[in-house]
């Protein structure tokens, strides 16, 4: 959830989670510290996966993991989630709307009876229920009614977010940890209410004032449109490139571009000729995001109550731009751009225990800075051989840092030690089958199957690999039980889109399949390359049911999007011979062997001849 606020003025109230009830009770953990009468209220130990900043709690005595959200103004629980962990819904008050990047979304309400935070239980705590998958195995977020309990402490390289409380500060240079000689930065930062969460100040773009919001949600800082063109910034200008879809609370994805800039300025701390990701988002009343990459290289305390901002840099790449792979697919491969200003990855403080290593492991994998990640996760295993996670984290930092049979090894060890690993399974079948090794991909896919439940998010990649691995009724199986648990999620038109794909393949539902790519149209962007692919499965759909005009029209605009679309020059060259235009039709069926050699045997494999 990235950038979400309160829409209709509503205040939430009553039987919400009480921030002075949970503020009591987690004072009575704190550790004093003597730095200006500074205390620790509560330490949440932090592990970051996919640049999610994930903590543990559990839900009703059940472990679950929340992303922590700092652009979010409440905490949430997806519906899927909800379904998972049995949790009744009732209406939110005043029919409660949230948006944010990717649009809107309702929202009901849920109680968990007991919530579990930093090991203290709370009775009865409300949950707002909506919006899609956060990823990285999230159940939901935690929002500002948890963190504006207190200033917070956001070290993310270091494993850990501290709520924490100050008297007689005001004065004060809280960022107590560079000592009293070390560089910081210090912002101004606006006071915040209820209804105005967001922890938003000033930072400069080429010269021009602009508005920026601390949001953990957000897995990269980005830079509004509307922001980008106020300070000189064109995304068809020289060097801007672009960079795929980002998606958030709503259904809807929007389009990102990764630009240069001649200047990036924050407090004391001053960017030249960098690049910034730029997206044509509404954030509200701020211009721009800064995501969790800038909180992975930097050290930050909000003082809430002094409305004051303090940071020190880590080191490393400042901003993550990383382009999505269907952007690299539209536009062919080109070098990322990287922060010529960046140095190498610092080396953080030694950490205490398995724990702490691991937390650090992870922080270096979202930054893709595997060999140091690795280094980590080994001594997290050699210190703690029973826990399963460790191996699993280094198996998943072996696999970004290609090396595929150091990733088996640990995925063996963590299903060893647990063999229901749902993760696990699922990552072992993904290399068994890039390997080529599909009956140990299949096995491992039908044990996750029956361990993982029926709402859970891994199963939209566990269609992924049975339909490449050609078992077409298991991916279906997958999608409709992903589907039915997932509505409200960003995913939806791609998974909708598949579902319409694998039904066509098979030559089954084919009715249904034509809904399913009709239904996924709605929901993308019809003139984005990447939205080829549904054109081309309703094609195919259309061809199958002997609507051949129109199945000719799908990849026609198929191919106006991509031009060498195989499937869709051999498809319409299907087309063309069955309505009689023969030279058309063979013209087709060369252009798409052209391409593809393969194709033909592809089409007869699924009982589709010309």
Sequence with gaps: MEGSRLKHGASVRHRWMSGVAILAALCLSGNAMSACKLSKIAELPVTMVDMKAMVNAEINGQAATFAVDSGAFYSVITPASAAEFKLKTHSAPFQLRVSGVGGEASMAAATVRVFTLAGI??????????????????????????????????????????????????????????????????????????????????????????????????????????????????????????AGTSRGIGRATVKTWIVPVAEFKLGDEEIRNTHLR???????????????????????????????????????????????????????????????????????????????????????????????????????????????????????????????????????????????????????????????????????????????????????????????????????????????????????????????????LAGVELPQALGDCNDALNLVDKKAADSSRFFVSRGLVRLRLGDYQKSVDDFGTALALRPKEAWALYGRGVDELRLGRNADGEADLKSAQDVWPGIAAAFEKHGIHP
């Design 121 to 242: 239980p709370f009775p009865d705590v409300e949950f707002l229920v909506g919006g899609g998958e956060v990823g990285g195995g999230s159940v939901g977020v935690l929002g500002q009614n948890v963190l504006r309990l207190g200033d917070v402490e956001y070290d993310l390289a270091h494993g850990v977010i501290r709520l924490m409380r100050e008297e007689d500060c005001r004065k004060a240079n809280l960022a107590y940890w560079a000592g009293a000689s070390a560089a910081f930065s210090m912002i101004d930062i606006q006071s915040t209410t209820p209804l105005e969460s967001l922890t938003i100040g000033t930072a400069f773009l080429n010269g021009a004032r602009i508005r920026v919001a601390f949001d953990t949600g957000a897995d990269a800082s980005f830079l509004s449109l509307r922001a980008a063109k106020r300070a000189g910034i064109s995304v068809d200008g020289p060097g801007a490139r672009y």
């Design 278 to 504: 730029v997206g044509d988002y509404d954030l509200g009343s701020a211009d721009m995001l800064i995501g969790a990459d800038f909180f992975l290289s930097h050290h930050l305390y909000v003082a809430g109550k002094n409305a004051k901002l303090f940071f020190t840099y880590n080191g490393g790449p400042v901003f993550n731009l990383t382009v999505s792979p269907a952007a690299v697919a539209a536009e062919g491969p080109a070098a990322e751009p990287r922060d010529p200003t960046a140095p190498a990855p610092p080396v953080a403080g030694e950490p205490k225990d398995a724990a702490e290593f691991s937390r650090r492991g992870a922080a270096f994998a979202a930054r893709r800075e595997f060999a140091a990640a690795i280094a980590d996760f080994d001594r997290a295993c050699e210190l703690a051989p029973d826990q399963p996670d460790y191996f699993y984290e280094r198996g998943i930092a072996h696999a970004g840092n290609n090396q595929p049979v150091a990733a088996l090894s640990d995925f063996d060890q963590t299903l060893k030690l647990k063999p229901d690993h749902v993760p696990a399974r699922v990552a072992r079948a993904e290399i068994h089958f890039r390997g080529g090794d599909s009956p140990h991909a299949l096995e491992d896919l039908d044990a996750a199957d029956r361990a993982a439940s029926k709402e859970a998010d891994a199963r939209l990649q566990m269609s992924a690999i049975y339909a490449h691995a050609d078992r077409l009724p298991e991916a279906i199986a997958q999608l409709d039980l992903w589907v039915a648990a997932h509505k409200a999620d960003a995913r939806l038109g791609s998974a909708l889109g598949e579902r319409c794909w694998v039904r066509t």
